[in-house]
Structures are given as C-alpha cells and as structure tokens.
C-alpha cells in the first residue's frame, strides 16, 4: 500500500507494504537527498515522456485531500493524463485508462525481477529494515506472476468466501459489543476510536484464529508496520515497524506450530494445511501473507466505515433510506447490498495506487519506459462520467456499479467480500440503533491521500 516516497529505497523491495506499489523509501532522507538516479538507466526512465502535458497534484494538501473531487474532475477533462516532474510519475485520472494499464501484464507492482537495484540506482538493502524486507519479499502484493499466481492461489484456497460468510454472525457480535461499549461514553462517541477502528482488527483475529487473550497485541503492531506506509516517517519510525514486523512473524509462526499439531476451523490452520499439501506454502510466505491481512484489511476499512457515517450526514435521505431499511431488513438485503458499493465507488478509502512499467510500451500516444513509474487515481475513475452516470450524485441503488476501489486485474483484493461483509454488518447495526445519528459540524482531519481516512469523527446519538 503506500506512499509517494522517493528514490532511495533500502530493502528488497525497497518499501514497506504498501498499497501503492513500491517505489522509492523516503527512509533515507529528504527529498533533496533521496531523489537522485545514480544509474544513466534510471536517468533515461524518470525523463517526461514527450507529448505529455506536465501537471502538479498537491497531494499533500489538506484542503485537496479532504476534497479532491473537484480538482480530479478537471484533471479528466483536461489534463487526463500527466507528467509530475516532482514524483517523477505520470498520473492517470480517467477510468478506461486506468482499467486498461491494471489489465496490461507489462505493468506490475514490482520491478526487482526485471531491474535490479543497480540498474535502478537503488542504494544496497539497508539491514535495519531486514525483516521489513523479509516479509516484503513474500507476501502477493508485491509480487508478480508467476510467483504472486501461485502464492494467491495457495492462499484463495484457504481464504475462501464460505470462510468469510461463516463469519457474519461473529461480526454481527463484535460490531454490537462495540457499540454497546461506546455508548456507555455518553450521548457521543468518536465513530472512528470507538468503533470503526477496533472492528476489522478483531475480525482478522477472529479470522486467523489469534486466541482472545493475545488480540491487544496486533493492533499496535500492525500501526508501528502501516506508519511506513505514509509519506514522511522517520528513522526512528521504520525501525520501530522492523521490530514490529520481527516480534509479528514470531508470533504467527508460533502460532502456526500450534495449529500444525492440533488444527481448528481458523484461516491459519486452514494456510498451515494448504502448506502441507502438495503444492506448498513455505512457512515464510504463510507468516508475510497472515500479517498482509492485517495490515491491508485494517486501515481501509476503518476508512470505509466512517466514510460512510460522513456521506450519509452529507446526504440526509440516504441515511432515512437505509436507516428504514435497517429496522426492517437484514443486512444482506439488496439495498445494502448496493448502498455499501456506492459507499466505496463515491468516497474511496485508498484513492491511489502505483505501478512499474516492466518493458516499453506506446500508452495513449505517450511512450513509457521500462522502470517508469504510473500513478492511478482510482476515486478518480470512480467519478468519471464516461463510465458512470451523474458519478457526483450517490445512487444508493446504483447496479452494475464497476467502481475500481478494490483495483482490477492481477492484484485485485482478496478481502473484498470480507470488507463488504464487514461493512454491511458495521453500517446496518449502527443504523438500526442510531437511526437518528447526527455528525456536528467539527474540524475534519484526514490521515492522508493514499490511505485516506479521518482522525476522528464524533457522532452524536
Ligand atoms: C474497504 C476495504 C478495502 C479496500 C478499499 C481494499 C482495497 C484493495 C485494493 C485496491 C487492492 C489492490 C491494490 C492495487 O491495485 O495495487 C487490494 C489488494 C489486497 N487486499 Fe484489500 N481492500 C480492502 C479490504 C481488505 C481486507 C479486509 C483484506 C483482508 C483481510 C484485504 C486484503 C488484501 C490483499 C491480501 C490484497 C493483495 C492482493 C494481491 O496482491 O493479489 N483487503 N485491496
């Protein structure tokens, strides 16, 4: 997942699990010291593509992040695709383009089996961050064919969709006992804090089979991991998530011996199996993918659950609608079925991602050079009116709504049933108890563009 750090990575794979894929750690400096091509070859890749218009996104804006539709609408209209000569990528705005490069197998999310570091002008893998760059190297979101179709394969048999269905009435406990909880704090809670944030950490515990009396562990280590995600962590802050990421995979590989004696009906067990038949799944690659779920389930659907509360504040016959939908439907009904899509397509929690170009290619009359780096702005597709119908209006019964929130292609997620899951369940349970909830005005503050999320948002019963 993560960031638009700068060239100068140190691992592996050189950055931490990120959403956006891999390009270059900011660990070692500033911009200004970061950002050098040490190799002619990186020279030649990170040069404007001729005929492409130069653009700059200020994407660390705060008044952009909280509202970057607009901007993004006029970017797709005139500028749809762009040089930024500050993150030395071009920018794709439009939904049939970004859709078109996610199918294209002459991008992926990783370059180190088709350059190497040198080649790249990468300086050599900084052993602080060694066991970051361990589990980098072996989890599917930064990996490519053929390994990452192996390794998803592996892990889909495990992680299958009854897995996540026999988990409705788990959830449906959990979201209660939460807002049981909040409520005690009185007429008003932080939707985020108390509620949103907490959920889909206990469900991947629950999920993987992390014993009660251990959950309080994961959460501090998958927010010391997601902090290299962000833009602008310090040293201080990517050892921290080396350590985080050490003390993680001792526990899951402890916790993998275990179920490997005595299996339960949980994902590890159900990964420790797929490892033991014939097609294997190396104790490595079973360890980095259970602490993937984490990290990639956690933040985005925190994300998506309030983003949900502030829309339906925002649109107040949305909440009517699905909050007298609530008291008398359950929450797999239709409505919520397409409700928790528009939710996704109209305020999407991870609005950017990245990918190498692995050999050259002709794109919309721009040639890319292999090791170039593409930025796609999927809640920019997801409001582009070439694809979707007045894409600035929340349908809430919009279908077929092909939104690009979960990606497309190669690396499309692999926890998107269990999010809409987690979703439905979070959203319906609050309505129906709350179904007059009120968001006050109060200052709303982002956690940032790539994961893009609020701090806080207090909600008033
Ligand atoms: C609203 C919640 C979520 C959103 C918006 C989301 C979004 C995404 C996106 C866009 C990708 C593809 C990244 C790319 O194109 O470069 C992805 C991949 C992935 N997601 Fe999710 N995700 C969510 C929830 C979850 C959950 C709950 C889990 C797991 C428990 C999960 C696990 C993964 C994994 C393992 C991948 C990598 C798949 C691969 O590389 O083959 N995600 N997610």
Redesign the pocket.
């Known amino acids: ?1 993560f960031g638009m750090e700068l060239r100068g990575g140190q691992g592996a794979t050189c950055c931490p699990l990120r ?3 891999h390009t270059f750690c900011k660990f070692r400096g500033n911009l200004e010291t970061a950002n050098h091509y040490t190799s002619s070859y990186t020279e030649q890749t990170v040069t404007k593509p001729s005929g492409v218009p130069e653009h700059h996104l200020p994407i660390n804006d705060s008044a952009f992040i909280a509202d970057p539709y607009s901007t993004l609408k006029r970017l797709r209209e005139t500028t749809p695709i762009y040089w930024d000569a500050t993150w030395k990528k071009l920018f794709v705005t439009r939904y049939d383009d970004i859709a078109a490069l ?1 199918r294209d197998k002459r991008l992926g ?1 990783s370059i180190f089996h088709v350059l190497s570091r040198d080649e790249l002008g990468f300086p050599p893998p900084d052993a602080r961050v060694a066991a970051f760059d361990h589990f980098q190297a072996n ?3 930064d ?1 490519e064919p053929p390994n ?1 179709t192996r390794i ?1 394969g592996l892990v889909q048999k495990a992680f299958t969709i009854s897995r996540v269905e026999g988990l409705r009435v788990r959830i449906e406990d959990i979201v209660q006992d939460l807002l049981e909880a909040a409520e005690a704090r009185g007429g008003a809670f932080d939707a985020v804090a108390d509620f949103a944030e907490p959920l ?1 950490v206990l469900v ?1 515990a629950e ?1 993987l089979g992390v014993p009660a009396a251990d959950r309080h562990l994961l959460r501090p280590w998958s927010s010391a991991i997601v902090k290299l995600y962000e833009l602008g962590y310090s040293d201080a802050q990517a050892v921290a998530a080396n350590t985080a990421t050490e003390q993680f995979s001792a526990y899951i590989k402890s916790l993998a011996d275990q179920r490997r004696a005595e299996p339960r009906d949980d994902l590890i067990s159900a990964l420790v199996a797929v490892e033991e038949s014939d097609e294997r799944l190396s104790n490595d690659e079973l360890v980095a ?1 259970c602490i ?2 984490l990290n ?2 956690h933040e ?2 925190v ?2 659950i309030t983003g949900a509360l502030l829309t339906m504040q925002r649109h107040p016959h949305v909440k009517m609608q699905l909050a007298s939908a609530a008291a008398s439907e359950a929450n797999n009904s239709s409505i919520f079925k397409t409700a928790i899509e528009e939710f ?1 397509r109209f305020d ?3 609005p950017m ?3 190498w170009v692995l050999e050259d290619l002709e794109f919309r009359g721009c040639s890319l050079k292999k090791g170039m780096e593409v930025a796609l702005i ?1 809640a920019s597709g997801n409001r582009d009116a070439n694809k979707f119908t007045s894409p600035d209006t929340f349908n809430i019964a919009r279908d077929p709504n092909p939104h ?5 292609g ?7 049933p ?2 809409r899951l ?2 439905s369940v979070a959203l319906h349970a609050f309505l129906k108890r709350y179904p007059n909830f009120e968001v006050p005005d109060q200052p709303l503050e982002y956690t940032g563009w790539v994961i893009r999320g609020l701090k806080r948002l207090e909600v008033k019963l």
């Open positions: 997942m959403f956006v894929k996610l999310r989890h599917i979101l990996m990452h998803r889909p991947i999920l993918n993937l779920f990639a389930g985005a659907t994300n998506g996704l999407t929690p991870l991602f990245e990918r999927y690009l929130t979960f990606g497309l190669t690396h499309y997620c692999i926890g998107a269990l999010a987690e979703m």
